[in-house]
């Protein structure tokens, strides 16, 4: 995984930097922990906002085979977004562009076949990730 710098998080991994860029909303120069590329499966992230009010609502919602991608390098902003894909959410974290966009330098398809084996060894760490995960609920409930 060399060209791609995007690690796999979980529930609780992407929750506190939700919160901890709510609570730093209203900072001048806020400074976020957690800063890189990173990407929750099977999750969706939804907003909504109430009658008469300001502020949007964040959640993340458990959605199966969806990827919500985080972009917080440069330490201040937490971009997010949502993408049906896998190889998607690393193109979108890798380029900045989503898949539909055109430019002339670089496209989707282009970029897929440069980066197949880094998107075979993420999706292999995801399958191990879901394994353990299947594992620790098995042995709970023995």
Known sequence: MSAIRAHLINIIQARSMLKEQHNQANEIFPELTLTGQYILPDYWL?????A???RKHTFLKKHYK???AFDSENGQTLWMHN???LSQALFWLDTGLK?????????????QDK?????VAFKDQLREMHRAKKEAML???A
Do not use: C, L, Q
């Open 46 to 50: 939804t907003r909504k906002r109430e």
């Open 52 to 54: 008469f009010k300001i």
């Open 66 to 68: 969806s990827y919500v």
């Open 83 to 85: 993408f049906s894909g």
């Open 99 to 111: 898949p539909g966009d055109s430019d002339t330098s670089v496209s989707f398809k282009d970029w």
């Open 115 to 119: 980066n197949a084996d880094d998107i």
């Open 139 to 141: 042995a709970k409930k």
